[in-house]
């Protein structure tokens, strides 16, 4: 699919998605939330990506919602009450889905992030499964200073990355969180000096991932994010459930038999979902 919006390359299994509007700070217009998530989802699809980075170009990783693309028409139109209401519900609905889909996918997801991640760049990274960040990075929950509450997926997400108290700081105030105050509290996995050898460094973690079984990794992500959002009792017997099916001796004895061979193991890639056509 080409796009506006970002680019997308593969290489050995690891998929790159770069926003690629610098001069406007990568805002996030009204097509990307349907070119984005098409693409994720098709990736996911394929069953031969393993792992998904998503990188930025220019000063900033994105400025967040291009409010100006919607417009008062969509976000502040007249008419009946009801219906107007019920119409900006399903678009919240289906921006938050666009983000989403970054959880539903088969594979982990890595943000890489320089400079500004703002407002809906905050929602699209919380969604990621890994986050990293360049020396110069901050994070903002911007939707506060505008007089809104953020509305697709940080206040659900963000207290399940970092202590509840700095969460709560960084949504109230709306404040830059800085890359240093974000590796101490866990909202980002490590900080570079610069924006080349964060993503040489992402890209090496993303090649390790992508080495491993795509059917355990799958499988882990599945039951990380079904314990996040669930009892330990429930998660412990999805997990059983999921063993039950997904537990196969080819992978096992490919992983064994490699290592005796001081050989890289080589695993077949996740059978394709997509859709005949």
Known sequence: MASRNFEIDVVDNVAWLVLSRPDELNTLRRDFWDEFPAVVSDLGADGGVRALVIA??????????????????????????????????????????????????????????QGGCIGGGLDLVTACD?????????????????????????????????????ARELVYTGRRFPAGRALAVGL???????????????????????????????????????????AVSDALTYMATWQAGALQSGEVNESITARAEKRLPVYPDLPSTTTPG
């Open 56 to 113: 930025s170009t220019g000063r900033h990783f994105t400025a967040g919602l291009d409010l100006s693309a919607f417009g008062d028409t969509e976000l502040f139109a007249a008419g009946e009450p009801a219906r107007v209401n019920l119409a900006r519900r399903a678009l919240v609905l289906r921006m938050q889905d666009a983000l989403t889909v970054l959880e539903r996918t088969r594979f982990p997801v890595l943000a890489a992030v």
């Open 188 to 230: 980002v996995n490590e900080v570079f000096p610069d924006q080349e050898s964060m993503l040489r460094g992402v890209g090496e973690i993303a090649a390790e991932i992508a080495a491993n079984s795509p059917l355990a990794v799958w499988g882990s992500k599945e039951m990380l994010l079904y314990a996040r959002d669930h």
């Open 130 to 166: 890994m986050r990293y960040a360049t020396e110069d990075a901050f994070f903002t929950v911007q939707e506060t200073k505008i007089g809104i509450a953020a509305d697709l997926g940080t206040l659900q997400r963000l207290p399940k990355l970092i202590p509840a108290g700095v």
